[in-house]
């Protein structure tokens, strides 16, 4: 079972830049398929980047692509979301998740982080 553990959040004007991470323990972290995932006050899990077990192949919402960057440290145990010219309307709680499969859908996550606000300012 793996446990994972967001950092990195925090508040940010418009136009600004964060890195979060989600740091992996208890399992091989490099047998999983890692997803970030943001909620917004009122909606739902929607999904933002997704990278596969070796980081050879990455997918991302429309909304965030050119934007942010999914990456991993397998050596690190730790999934990274570089996130560039950040907007009001990214501003959400992100979740880092783990899959074995490839996936978008949030149902197909069966290890969830706590989370880490994200807040942008205009």
């Known amino acids: 079972q793996v446990q994972l553990v967001e950092s990195g959040g925090g508040l940010v004007q418009a136009g600004g830049s964060l890195r979060l991470s989600c740091a992996g323990s208890?399992?091989?972290?490099?047998?999983?398929?890692m997803g970030w995932f943001r909620q917004a006050p009122g909606k739902e899990h929607e999904f933002a980047a997704y990278?596969?077990?070796?980081?050879?192949?990455?997918n991302y919402v429309d909304s965030v692509k050119d934007r942010f960057t999914i990456s991993r440290d397998n050596a690190k145990n730790t999934v990274y979301l570089q996130m560039n010219s950040l907007k009001p309307e990214d501003t959400a709680v992100y979740y880092c998740?783990?899959?074995?499969?490839?996936?978008?859908?949030?149902?197909?996550?069966?290890?969830w982080g706590q989370g880490t606000q994200v807040t942008v300012s205009s």
């Open positions: 990278i596969n077990w070796s980081g050879g192949s990455t």
């Open positions: 208890g399992g091989t972290f490099s047998n999983y398929a």
């Open positions: 998740a783990a899959s074995t499969i490839r996936a978008t859908s949030a149902n197909r996550y069966a290890y």
